[in-house]
């Protein structure tokens, strides 16, 4: 029911996460992320407290692989869960149980890792992954290639409904936190509007956040 796919930035630090699925509001439950830690996926049969418990093992140093399998050894039902993984260091780890729905696959990327289950063919996992390598520009625009990519190759095997992106950097709050949370067509195209309208003030709210009186305007009436 969802694909998705976690990334670094090698040259900024930032973390990120884009994903979709045929699910409502996927961007509530599934992507993790800690600033200068790591990020994580889970899905499939979702279960919001594994994004949790494996950043918390990131954070004490473990690498993904065995901060992975240590969370799912605790897990009663492992074989239901499909998680991705990327740390601080872009370091990557994925776990796909035996009862993933449907068509599903996951692959390792550079400084990526990606994982769909319920998917119109597994070709669109290697076209994400691929997206992303060869993209160009800041994390959330390679990101962005990386669903686009998963689109143009089928996608799930029925229609998607809602997709997120999420993107963390040098501070504790999101950077980027935007969600379509419902839509009965093109929940990713609505999304990718969503960031075109969003990129040019995102460095505009991060100023305001940190020193007011540099604050641009936000040009509504009254702060002109």
Known sequence: MT???AARCAETGQLGIAL?????????????LLPGVGAVSSQNITLPR????????????????RALE?????NAFSEYRQVIVIDRAGNTAVFSGVKSLGTHHTVQGKDCVAAGN?????????????????????LTDRLMAALQAAVEHGGEAGPVHSAAL??????????VDLRVDWAEEDPIGELATLWQA???QMQAYITR????RDAPSYGVPGDE
Do not use: N
């Not at 240590?70 to 605790?74: E, G, N, S, T």
């Open 3 to 5: 694909f998705s796919i």
């Open 20 to 32: 979709s699925s045929s699910s409502i509001a996927v961007g509530a439950r599934c992507p993790w």
């Open 50 to 65: 594994l994004g949790q418990q494996i950043l918390e093992k990131l954070e004490q140093d473990l690498p993904p692989g």
């Open 70 to 74: 240590r969370v799912l050894a605790d």
């Open 118 to 138: 319920m998917l119109a063919g597994k070709d669109v996992i290697d076209a994400m992954v691929s997206a992303f390598e060869h993209a160009t520009g800041q």
């Open 166 to 175: 999420k993107v963390v950097g040098e501070h504790s709050w999101p950077i």
């Open 198 to 200: 969003y990129a040019p």
């Open 209 to 212: 956040a940190l020193d007011p």
